[in-house]
């Protein structure tokens, strides 16, 4: 089924000229039901890209509309009832507006004044409209907000800040082909589209892919490296980036996390634009560790072999002794990697632990294979 999701990416990425990235961006957030914002100068395709929210689910209501300093609640929530004011109700009609919206393209969001600010926060992080005090529940799954500007200190827009989850720097084109592309193109190109229902369904997938041990003491590694630097995202961020690393994965038409998907969480844990390249030089050094990732890789497959070993031994036949030597023989395989990698970089002390680990098991298997 995520085949589906992976032709809208081709899709939109022949749209959309060097914005990989972003289009990416946009679909991990429909899948994880977060939310996304992207800064960069005008003219950049921040608006075009987003307003694809509107025409990729099909029966989804979408909601676009562009702040200023000057904008009013009423351009966001819905008018007052004319009727209600008479009793002295202050109820808005939210028909066709945001409350109402499943998804949502707010430019120049930093814009947003103080009348809108409290409404606002509470629906993009509680998806609940409170109507003259009524909580009124809205369907809100994305919000995409853009920005010409980062956030300056004082502005009190920090908690509007922190609520999108996938931040983006969005620049013009960078590669020289792609610009060349951009400007010979005259084709209207068509996106495929999906259901709600299938949106919902894929969203429920998405939410079964695995994030295994070793990848949440990764991102724990990650959440140390970042704190050594003075960087301080909330425990709250890094518990929800957790759907971020479902959505890629599954996306990339996987079943679970793997560590290269650590990548995205480059957008995800800065809280401040002057941390985003230590941000990121931390997380992909995690990301890509190749030493860390063959560790990985190799610890989990002698795993296997030495649990699919110990039930052979249970089956005392001809057949399960030749299983058992074959086994034994991959095994060594791996510890020979091992031992090879460890002699190019001594300088990692878990390759030496790995290997002796691995040679106790090894000798422990021996031993039952001689006496079976």
């Known amino acids: 089924m995520e085949k589906q999701l992976q032709i809208i990416q081709q899709q939109l990425n022949e749209c959309f000229y060097d914005r990989e990235e972003e289009v990416e961006a946009l679909l991990i957030a429909l899948l994880s039901k977060q939310h996304v914002l992207f800064i960069g100068p005008a003219g950049t395709g921040k608006s075009v890209l987003s307003s694809m929210l509107g025409s990729i689910v099909d029966g989804s209501r979408y909601f676009q509309h562009l702040l200023t300093p000057f904008s009013t609640p009423e351009e966001l929530f819905g008018v007052l009832s004319l009727k209600d004011l008479e009793q002295g109700i202050y109820r ?58 980062y956030i300056e200190e004082g502005e009190g827009l920090e908690a509007l800040f922190d609520r999108f989850l996938l931040r983006y720097e969005v620049d013009y084109i960078r590669n020289e082909d792609s610009f060349i592309s951009m400007l010979k193109d005259q084709n209207e190109k068509n996106v495929t589209k999906i259901s709600l229902e299938e949106l919902y369904e894929h969203q429920q997938q998405v939410a079964n892919i695995d994030v295994s041990d070793g990848i949440l003491k990764m991102i724990a590694k990650i959440r140390q490296a970042l704190k050594d630097e003075g960087i301080r995202p909330s425990d709250r961020r890094f518990k929800q980036s957790l759907s971020i690393l479902r959505a ?14 650590l990548a995205i969480m480059a957008n995800v844990l800065w809280e ?13 050094e995690i990301a890509f560790d190749t030493v860390d990732a063959f560790i990985h890789r190799t610890t989990a497959e002698f795993e296997t072999i030495m649990l699919t070993a110990q039930t052979t031994l249970l089956h005392r036949t001809p057949i399960a ?38 040679h106790k098991q090894l000798l422990r298997i021996t031993s039952d294979v001689i006496g079976f």
């Open 321 to 358: 002794r030749t299983e058992l030597s074959q086994l034994l023989m991959q095994g060594k395989s791996l510890f020979m990697e091992v031992q090879n990698m460890n002699r190019q970089i001594p300088n990692r002390p878990e390759l030496q632990s790995l290997k002796t680990e691995m």
């Open 248 to 261: 890629k994965a599954y996306l990339a038409g996987r079943t679970e996390v793997i560590r290269e998907d």
């Open 92 to 149: 808005r009609n939210v028909t066709n507006m945001l409350p109402e919206a499943h998804f949502a393209f707010i430019d120049e969001i930093f814009k947003a004044n103080s009348a809108i600010l409290n409404s606002l926060l509470t629906l993009i992080n509680e998806r609940v409209y409170y109507n003259n005090g009524v909580p009124i529940p809205s369907p809100l799954l994305t919000i995409v907000g853009s920005s010409n500007e």
């Open 272 to 284: 401040t634009s002057d941390q985003k390249s230590t941000a990121k030089e931390i997380i992909h």
